[in-house]
């Protein structure tokens, strides 16, 4: 069981590298989109690569979340046997999933959707870092706040982002 303990814990945080590496290549790649007005061959390719490393990385998260709450639930002490570490963990990966899906069948506006994905997996690897330290003592009305908070930045640095591009070309 230790063994288990230790891998979903590295499989966690090595998901949460790759899903916060892909989401920031993949906001860069739409930035670098619209400021040239066109989507071209290479930034589609590249966007397929980032998409389909942001999926891989959206499995592992679940997949290792799921074994490290089964764990808690065997006995063994994880950071999720806090219910708000746990709560936030499952909103956040909800929240990217939900995202994801809705902006495959663009049902997401475009100047919202990418910011929710940045802070989505932003969040989520500040989330770890935090339960990794043993810093739990917060409500969950406090993370739904920050959330709030690292959320607004972000729709307002990606729309921001857009404006200045969208009018230079």
Do not use: C
Request: aromatic share 12%; net charge negative.
């Amino acid at each position: 069981m230790q063994v288990l303990f230790v891998l979903s814990f590295v499989i966690m945080a090595i998901g949460i590298a790759l899903g916060v590496g892909a989401s920031t290549i993949a906001l860069g790649n739409f930035f670098a989109a619209l400021a040239d007005g066109k989507i071209d061959t290479e930034e589609r390719h590249l966007m397929g690569v980032a998409y389909a490393i942001l999926r891989v990385a959206m499995v592992v998260i679940a997949a290792a979340f799921l074994v490290q709450l089964m764990l808690g639930y065997v006995g063994i002490s994880t950071p999720y046997d806090d219910l708000t570490v746990a709560t936030s963990f499952a909103f956040l990966i909800v929240l990217l999933y939900g995202n994801a899906i809705l902006m495959t069948y663009h049902r997401m506006p475009h100047n919202f959707g990418p910011a929710v994905q940045v802070a989505g997996w932003y969040v989520l690897g500040i989330m770890e870092a935090l339960a990794t330290l043993h810093i739990t003592s917060f409500s969950v009305l406090t993370f739904l706040w920050a959330f709030g908070v690292m959320l607004t930045a972000s729709v307002v640095v990606v729309n921001l982002g857009m404006h200045y591009l969208v009018g230079r070309v």
